[in-house]
């Protein structure tokens, strides 16, 4: 016999209850595409999916500097290559200076495309990236060269700047310091000496006249110390950039694997979820018409 008291409607409205909320929470699913809405659904799947966003949050910000620093490295390797260009000439012009059938005419004349270089380097040496900062600058900022009103050139600023964060763990350090490029070559007369000194020494000494064959010798020597350095610099900046290359493919692969992680944890099964949708209402629809028609007995319905 079943009569209505309160044990049973509450018994009911129970498990209507927890059939209404379960197609409610299945609705939610399908029309968000989303299995997993509050963290009381699943503790730990929810766990799993904040630190797979957190890690797709520092992917885009480690991504947004890996094309910083591929331009960076792609500007410094045009530069280089310009100044390496001009060094060479400037090799090629000293050799010729040295030729001792030419007078100091033409040694004068050789002076002008010399000054012409240095004034090509020094523009070169401030050349401003991407970001409208030096490209050659140092660590402490400021301009990557200077130049005084007597013509000597001085290095902006001291130290190497600092690397760029292109993964978790990994920094690359993008640009390299004016005085990394053209300076910290060695001197004939012991010490260091740059670019700017060792062509501005031998353009003096073309323009005064007379014996020129120690000062072409040593800036021979300083120019083919500093395409060496040159060259070697280049080849920094592209093992970085090689570095670079292979940093972007692994982020990008574990960029993938992460989205599949998300979306198995996180997306919802769309045919799946509809057939249990289905199934819910139709077990609601039946629950609630056998709770109506046995909700409506009473004992005299029995005693008939």
Same mark, same amino acid.
Do not use: W
């Given at each position: 016999?079943?009569?209505?008291?309160?044990?049973?409607? %509450?018994?009911?409205?129970?498990?209507? +209850?927890?059939?209404?909320?379960? *197609?409610?929470? #299945?609705? &939610? @699913?399908? =029309?968000? $595409?989303?299995?997993?809405?509050?963290?009381?659904?699943?503790?730990?799947?929810?766990?799993?999916?904040?630190?797979?966003?957190?890690?797709?949050?520092?992917?885009?910000?480690?991504?947004?500097?890996?094309?910083?620093?591929?331009?960076?490295?792609?500007?410094? %390797?045009?530069?280089?290559?310009?100044? +390496?260009?001009?060094?060479?000439? *400037?090799?090629? #012009?000293? &050799? @010729?200076? =040295?030729? $001792?059938?030419?007078?100091?005419?033409?040694?004068?004349?050789?002076?002008?495309?010399?000054?012409?270089?240095?004034?090509?380097?020094?523009?070169?040496?401030?050349?401003?990236?991407?970001?409208?900062?030096?490209?050659?600058?140092?660590?402490?900022?400021?301009?990557?060269?200077?130049?005084?009103?007597? +013509?000597?050139?001085?290095?902006?600023?001291?130290?190497?700047?600092?690397?760029?964060?292109?993964?978790?763990?990994?920094?690359?350090?993008?640009?390299?310091?004016?005085?990394?490029?053209?300076?910290?070559?060695?001197?004939?007369?012991?010490?260091?000496?740059?670019?700017?000194?060792?062509?501005?020494?031998?353009?003096?000494?073309?323009?005064?006249?007379?014996?020129?064959?120690?000062?072409?010798?040593?800036?021979?020597?300083?120019?083919?110390?500093?395409?060496?350095?040159?060259?070697?610099?280049?080849?920094?900046?592209?093992?970085?950039?090689?570095?670079?290359?292979?940093?972007?493919?692994?982020?990008?692969?574990?960029?993938?694997?992460?989205?599949?992680?998300?979306?198995?944890?996180?997306?919802?099964?769309?045919?799946?979820?509809?057939?249990?949708?289905?199934?819910?209402?139709?077990?609601?629809?039946?629950?609630?018409?056998?709770?109506?028609?046995?909700?409506?007995?009473?004992?005299?319905?029995?005693?008939?």
């Amino acid at each position: 016999m079943h009569i209505g008291t309160s044990q049973f409607y %509450d018994k009911n409205a129970t498990q209507l +209850g927890k059939l209404a909320g379960q *197609a409610d929470t #299945l609705n &939610t @699913q399908i =029309a968000t $595409g989303k299995k997993i809405t509050a963290p009381s659904q699943d503790v730990v799947a929810y766990n799993r999916l904040t630190a797979i966003k957190q890690s797709s949050a520092d992917s885009v910000a480690y991504a947004s500097n890996v094309s910083l620093a591929q331009s960076l490295l792609q500007q410094s %390797d045009t530069t280089l290559g310009a100044i +390496g260009t001009q060094l060479q000439r *400037a090799a090629e #012009l000293t &050799t @010729q200076a =040295a030729n $001792g059938t030419l007078n100091d005419a033409n040694r004068r004349t050789i002076a002008i495309e010399l000054q012409s270089i240095r004034d090509d380097l020094i523009s070169l040496a401030g050349t401003t990236d991407v970001r409208g900062q030096p490209l050659f600058g140092a660590a402490s900022g400021g301009t990557a060269v200077i130049q005084a009103a007597d +013509g000597t050139v001085s290095f902006g600023g001291t130290g190497e700047v600092a690397a760029i964060p292109v993964a978790n763990g990994t920094d690359i350090q993008a640009t390299d310091s004016a005085q990394r490029v053209f300076g910290n070559l060695p001197a004939s007369s012991g010490g260091t000496t740059d670019v700017f000194a060792i062509l501005s020494g031998l353009i003096s000494a073309l323009n005064t006249g007379g014996s020129v064959s120690a000062a072409t010798g040593s800036a021979a020597d300083g120019l083919r110390g500093a395409l060496t350095q040159i060259s070697n610099v280049q080849g920094s900046v592209g093992a970085r950039a090689a570095r670079l290359d292979i940093v972007s493919a692994q982020s990008t692969d574990a960029a993938a694997a992460r989205e599949i992680d998300r979306s198995a944890l996180e997306d919802t099964d769309l045919s799946t979820a509809i057939t249990e949708l289905q199934k819910t209402i139709t077990v609601l629809q039946a629950t609630q018409a056998s709770f109506t028609r046995l909700g409506q007995l009473s004992l005299f319905d029995y005693l008939r």
